[in-house]
């Protein structure tokens, strides 16, 4: 059983940049990819970017290529999302996710946290 909260959302205006954490609780953090997604009003959540178990291997949407770096500290059981040159198209909740296979899919992700809002003032 993994438990994630993010944190680090809040109001930044266009080309700014933000840094979100999502903190696990559970021994096992490191053997979980670590996925991130979000939702922008109205639509549905969308893939943002994955990281592997080790940090290796990171993978991103097209949209946000460039612009967001994923990381992790295993020693700290904390996953990142560094985002720079923001937009307002950016604006959403920000969903980080875990689960066992290296895949930009939903369903392949067993845990979840709350979300944290990411609003991109223009």
């Known amino acids: 059983q993994v438990q994630l909260v993010e944190s680090g959302g809040r109001l930044v205006q266009t080309g700014g940049s933000l840094r979100l954490s999502c903190a696990a609780s559970?021994?096992?953090?490191?053997?979980?990819?670590m996925g991130w997604f979000r939702q922008p009003p109205g639509k549905e959540r969308e893939f943002v970017g994955i990281?592997?178990?080790?940090?290796?291997?990171?993978q991103y949407a097209d949209s946000v290529k460039g612009r967001f770096t994923i990381s992790r500290d295993n020693a700290k059981n904390t996953v990142y999302l560094q985002m720079t040159s923001l937009k307002p198209e950016d604006t959403a909740v920000y969903y980080c996710?875990?689960?066992?296979?290296?895949?930009?899919?939903?369903?392949?992700?067993?845990?979840w946290g709350q979300g944290t809002q990411v609003t991109v003032s223009s």
């Open positions: 996710a875990a689960g066992d296979l290296f895949g930009v899919r939903e369903s392949g992700y067993d845990y």
């Open positions: 559970g021994r096992t953090f490191s053997r979980y990819v």
């Open positions: 990281i592997s178990w080790s940090g290796s291997s990171t």
